[in-house]
């Protein structure tokens, strides 16, 4: 079986580093504060969570992980958060939730489907609260009867502002009187959105919860990690290692890819090298080149200039830009400014740009021409 896994989030067991960064998340829930992880696509997001969760079931708390990826109204929302409730709780409290859900009010309303034609009508509608305040209320009710606290994790937060622009007020409105019977983790992909959410005074959250950041893998870890699992199964990664910590760049999900098509091509008893190496590495760009060309499809001229620039890294972004046939500064800004939001490129003091690409993989394929070969 090859141990290394790129397409899910992680057991706990399974994850590099970040134990620090449990620690940090494990004391704020424990002290009845809430959090927020603001981090890239695929940085490790919800591995981490899962294993924050392990541990406050460990000390008796109930968890539940609310995934709100794509929701398009508030009665999405509100179900989402009963559906984690109705398959995550454990024991006793299970067997409460199992008949106070029936006292619920129907968080779908006669007529209003979860297409986006319903979408506008249900935003607006304040009939739709009620039923997701219900819902919001549940660790307070839990604690009320049971006197057990909840962590809550609310993952791809900024998907609830499709719901409504409201809709963090509302969930303010509730979860502000949770006290030691609740704590909350926010986790989102959509730096910008989860900025405004946060970090804007004229929002109901603002200030409510403390950030914290993931960096990448630390190289020595992953280097540790990778070669006794190598090891364990009867593997060398050999000098196959330096050429994966280079390209990687400790980005967790592309470092996870690497080593698993890495393994794949080294055989029992061997010791990887100059052919599987390469070899690997064309599999990794073969296999996310259609996610990279999407990427790439969704941005703007401007976009894709700076992008370009960063991925090079030969000068400041401006000069590169006008190389890449862009003009003006200002509209330079806008597009670094773009990238930053969606998580494309991150500042690193270190680039002569100021800014890295974040994902290695569309960095590599952009700086070599963005085709397929
Ligand atoms: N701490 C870690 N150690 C090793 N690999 C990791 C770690 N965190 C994430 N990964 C890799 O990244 C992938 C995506 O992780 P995930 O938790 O789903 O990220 P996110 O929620 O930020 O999108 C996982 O399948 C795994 O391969
Ligand atoms: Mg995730």
């Given at each position: 079986m090859n141990p290394f896994r790129y397409s899910e989030p992680l057991p706990p067991s399974e994850l590099i580093d970040r134990d620090e960064e449990t620690e940090t998340l494990v004391e704020i829930a424990v002290s009845g504060n809430n959090s927020r992880i603001v981090a890239p696509r695929r940085y490790g997001?919800?591995?981490l969570l899962t294993r924050l969760a392990e541990e406050l079931a460990k000390e008796g708390w109930n968890t539940v992980h609310v995934d709100f990826f794509g929701v398009l109204t508030l009665a999405d929302v509100a179900a989402r958060v009963e559906r984690a409730y109705a398959s995550q709780l454990e024991g006793g409290v299970a067997a409460w939730f199992a008949g106070f859900r029936r006292r619920l009010r129907p968080s779908l309303r006669i007529g209003a489907g979860e297409g986006a034609g319903a979408d506008l009508a249900i935003a607006l509608d304040p009939a739709a609260e009620p039923p997701l305040l219900e819902r919001l209320a549940i660790p307070r009710r839990m604690f009320e009867r049971t006197g057990t606290r909840t962590l809550v994790v609310f993952d791809e937060f900024q998907d609830v502002l499709t719901a409504s622009d409201r809709a963090d007020a509302v969930i303010r409105s509730e979860i502000q009187h949770h006290g030691d019977a609740a704590s909350?983790?926010?986790?989102?992909?959509?730096?910008?959105?989860?900025?405004s959410l946060f970090a804007d005074r004229r929002?109901?959250?603002?200030?409510?919860?403390?950030?914290?950041?993931?960096?990448?893998?630390?190289?020595?870890?992953?280097?540790?990690h990778i070669d006794a699992r190598f090891r364990?199964?009867?593997?060398?990664?050999?000098?196959?290692?330096?050429?994966?910590?280079d390209l990687a760049r400790g980005h967790p999900q592309r470092t996870m890819l690497l080593a698993h098509l890495l393994w794949e091509r080294t055989a029992p008893g061997g010791r990887a090298g100059d052919e599987e190496w390469p070899a690997a590495?064309?599999?990794?760009?073969?296999?996310?080149?259609?996610?990279?060309?999407?990427?790439?499809?969704?941005?703007?001229?401007?976009?894709?200039r700076?992008?370009?620039?960063?991925?090079e890294n030969r000068d400041g972004i401006y000069a590169?830009?006008?190389?890449?046939?862009g003009s003006r500064g200002g509209s330079a800004k806008a597009a670094v400014d773009a990238l930053l939001d969606s998580g494309e490129i991150q500042p690193d003091p270190a680039a002569r740009t100021g800014y890295r690409v974040v994902d290695p993989l569309l960095g590599e394929w952009v700086a070599a021409g963005r085709t397929a070969e």
């Open positions: 997001k919800t591995s909350y983790v926010f986790a989102g992909s959509q730096l910008g959105m989860m900025r929002r109901a959250l603002y200030g409510q919860a403390r950030a914290l950041d993931l960096s990448p893998l630390d190289p020595v870890d992953v280097a540790s364990a199964t009867n593997r060398e990664i050999g000098d196959a290692l330096d050429p994966l910590l590495a064309d599999r990794a760009m073969a296999e996310v080149q259609d996610e990279l060309r999407a990427i790439w499809n969704g941005l703007s001229t401007g976009q894709r700076v992008l370009t620039a960063v991925a590169a830009g006008r190389r890449h046939g």
